[in-house]
């Protein structure tokens, strides 16, 4: 275990032998530390955080702090990050509150300097947030989904898989998976084609989401409309298109459009 003598630990706090953590940083009562996390000097953990493997978490960053939430009473809730994440300078990761009692981080995601995690948020795999990028209590990221820097997020909102937000943007509304979204106000500007062709959509697939986007944004259709015809078009039965349509019913905020 390479322990910085500077490092205050607390007893209860379990941190695994091939864990390192760095100059003057602070583990909380309860955290666990997972095999091969390195934690960068000065950083602060705590409130029964779970970092698991194979993390690099920067200088300066703050994971389980309490949640910056008037209704919240000093509850027992907490953080839980999975494996192979970066977490760069200065971000802070808050603890949940007695809505999902949590807030969680899935595996291999990058979140660059600066940038805040509210209570209760839920960020999948595979996602990039970049500086400064800042979201409110109670959002869903969901997996490799690219959130571009200096882009606030509303509380409850909800950002579909493979889905990119353009920098400076601000995001009141739900933005759909495999979808672009940029500007202020924000707008949908097209299919993430890179990214589906990236991630080895077939051809077919792609089509058929971009019949089903031009329908659902360039129709001049209301949503419940687009979403009726689309029921009828035929295009449901490729996955991706069915998954686009329920998130769109499924919406709480409503959707970018």
Known sequence: MNIHP???IDKSAAVAKSAEIGPFVIIGKGVTIGE??????????EGRATLGKNNRIGIGVIIGNPPQDLKYNNEDTTVEIGDNNTIREYATINRGTMDRKKTVIGNNTLLMSYVHVAHDCVIGDESILANCATLAGHVTVED???IGGLTPIHQFVRIGRMSYIGGGSRV?????PFCLAAGNPLVMAGLNVVGLQRRNYSEEDRRQLA???????RSGL???QALKKLDGSGLLGSEPVRYL???IKNSKRGICK
């Not at 091969?36 to 953990?45: D, P, R």
């Not at 009141?172 to 759909?176: E, H, Q, S, V, Y």
């Open 222 to 224: 209301n949503t419940t």
């Open 245 to 247: 349509a329920d998130f």
């Open 36 to 45: 091969n996390t390195v934690i960068g000097a000065h950083s602060v953990i």
């Open 6 to 8: 500077t490092a205050v």
């Open 144 to 146: 490799r989904v690219g």
């Open 211 to 217: 019949r089903a986007y031009k329908l659902i944004f």
């Open 172 to 176: 009141p509304r739900d933005i759909p």
